[in-house]
């Protein structure tokens, strides 16, 4: 783990009580969790990697086994969505080269990073589901390697603006499903709000269906932004770009980041090593997805 900074430091205590000791210590009760849990036969556990989970659920070491164990599970189970996570994704590449995805540099004054979408950049014709969620977990995985977004969190901010019905039928219910309960059981990154801004009313009404498969976690942290003004309520404007308001020069961004991209020559971002007893895995959650489903479709 690198040094960190006296801001991150006195964050990480604020919000996990984290201290060297007790890092240390969870560090290696995780690790003994991890050697004698018969759901899992192979895994990393580097410390940067299990830190993820631990700061992820304030060092509550029966969560962030839950969570661990979910994040394992649905690696597996959805090798679509997060298996073979690469720079060398020509379709990945692709859309961080056309300006799908970026994070954007400066992060604000509660150590929170912004990860920025524009979704007229992806072309619901030639991208699926899977390369779009593949582009947003290469980008989230290498943001975790750093220390301070562990600590400080994201804000995903989207601009929908050219939104189509064809970006939305990218994706099945059953799969938004699938995702909402990946993000809100598996994922190891403190997601503290979902911004989108110029969504058109067809997508809106949409979104009022999908809330009902959502669940509570990340609907409380859905925001409908109105427009610019709304935005800077939320996000301090020299933050943003300057089309949005703000300071930042958007294009340079976009380069800076697809130079890093280019330059780290076919890297993985995968979970390596990776082995579970599937068996041992409560499938419960397949079945509450048929669960909600047929319920949606009854309301």
Not at 194 to 217: H, Q, W
Not at 250 to 262: H, N, T, V
Request: hydrophobic residues 40%; charged residues 30%.
């Amino acid at each position: 783990m690198s040094e960190l900074s006296e801001k991150y430091e006195k964050l990480a205590y604020e919000n996990f009580g984290e201290t060297s000791e007790k890092r240390e210590n969870s560090l290696k009760e995780f690790r003994d969790w991890i050697s004698v849990n018969k759901k899992i036969i192979a895994c990393p556990t580097d410390e940067s990697f299990l830190l993820r989970f631990l700061r992820a659920r304030k060092f509550n070491i029966k969560e962030a086994g839950e969570l661990f164990e979910n994040y394992l599970f649905y690696n597996t189970a959805y090798p679509q969505w997060f298996q073979n996570i690469s720079t060398s994704d020509a379709a990945v590449a692709e859309l961080i080269d056309n300006g799908f995805i970026v994070p954007l540099p400066k992060r604000d004054k509660a150590g929170r990073t912004i990860i920025f979408y524009r979704t007229e950049r992806l072309d619901p014709e030639r991208f699926s589901s899977a390369d779009m969620t593949k582009a947003q977990e290469l980008v989230c995985r290498r943001l975790l390697k750093n220390d301070e977004v562990q600590i400080g969190g994201a804000i995903f901010l989207w601009d929908d603006i050219n939104l189509l019905q064809d970006h939305i039928t990218m994706w099945t219910l059953v799969d938004f499903k699938k995702f909402f309960d990946y993000t809100s059981k598996g994922a190891p990154i403190q997601l503290v709000a979902i911004y989108r801004m110029n969504l058109p009313g067809f997508a809106r009404s949409f979104y009022e269906v999908v809330g009902k498969v959502m669940g509570p976690m990340l609907k409380d942290k859905m925001k409908i932004i109105t427009d610019n003004a709304h935005l800077h309520t939320l996000i301090e404007p020299n933050l943003l770009p300057t089309e949005y308001g703000g300071e930042l020069d958007l294009k340079q961004i976009e380069e800076d980041f697809k130079a890093e991209i280019r330059g780290e020559n076919h890297k993985k971002y995968d979970v390596d090593p990776l082995k579970i007893n599937d068996d041992l895995f409560d499938r419960e959650a397949l079945m509450s997805i048929r669960h909600n489903i047929r319920k949606l479709e009854v309301d």
